[in-house]
């Protein structure tokens, strides 16, 4: 089955710097990897996501690694600001479960001033 | 920007009582999820939906819980007899198309006395 976990639970960065949160994997079928913010009180929120044909994907002020090799993702944040203090979940699926997505634990990132 | 929405906010229900949350997910999306989140932990698959049957759900889906698409904006999860242990953070989502990001809604805390 998948399992899909988190390396650090808590981040601590100062505004302005980047942050960088990981995540690792376990099926080396899953084949989209989707990052979402949840901040508190609120669903999680759509941050961005790849697909397994791609190693990097770039978004407004976020970038997404993936390494199939070792089943690893990164979610990279730049210039982290005071509302980007949240929890980040990753997330996996593969084809063959549909869309059935396989949350990590999270990591609870924050942001000091 | 259209957005999922869940009712009620906030749920509380006496242990074997049948409970209904609802959502209503965005309008030109097909498939449709619940996911449920016990405090502390990750959040788990449960259910998903397209062309009005199940595509695929987790084993905590079992024969209390149903979903059921009454009309065509709303998206019910049913638990038929609840039980302590049903105490969670129920999330809907939707998706256009199955290749395409969930997106999801701020979810219905349910509280089972």
């Known amino acids: 089955g998948e399992s899909v976990g988190l390396h650090l639970p808590t981040l601590s960065v100062q505004e302005g710097d980047n942050s960088i949160i990981n995540c690792a994997y376990s099926n080396s079928a899953s084949d989209y990897f989707i990052w979402y913010k949840q901040e508190s009180g609120k669903g999680p929120q759509f941050i961005i996501d790849?697909?397994?044909?791609?190693d990097k994907r770039q978004g407004q002020r976020v970038t997404v690694l993936l390494n199939k090799t070792v089943k690893h993702l990164s979610l990279q944040i730049a210039a982290t600001q005071p509302g980007d203090s949240a929890v980040y979940f990753c997330a996996a699926s593969n084809n063959n479960a549909g869309n059935m997505l396989t949350f990590g634990g999270g990591t609870r990132l924050m942001v000091k001033p | 920007e259209p957005e999922v929405t869940q009712t009620p906010s906030h749920q509380v229900t006496q242990m074997g009582q049948e409970v209904i949350l609802r959502c209503v997910p965005i309008?030109?999306?097909?498939?449709f999820y619940w996911y449920r989140q016990i405090l502390g932990q990750k959040v788990e698959f449960l259910v998903s939906f397209y062309n009005n049957e199940i595509s695929e759900k987790s084993e905590i889906f079992d024969d209390q819980f149903s979903v059921e698409r009454p009309d065509g904006s709303n998206f019910t999860l049913k638990i038929r007899s609840t039980k302590l242990e049903d105490s969670a953070m129920y999330f809907c989502?939707?998706?256009?198309?199955?290749?395409?990001?969930?997106?999801f809604g701020d979810g219905t805390r349910l509280s089972i006395l």
């Open positions: 309008s030109n999306h097909l498939y």
């Open positions: 790849i697909r397994s044909n791609m």
């Open positions: 989502a939707s998706s256009p198309d199955s290749n395409q990001p969930q997106h």
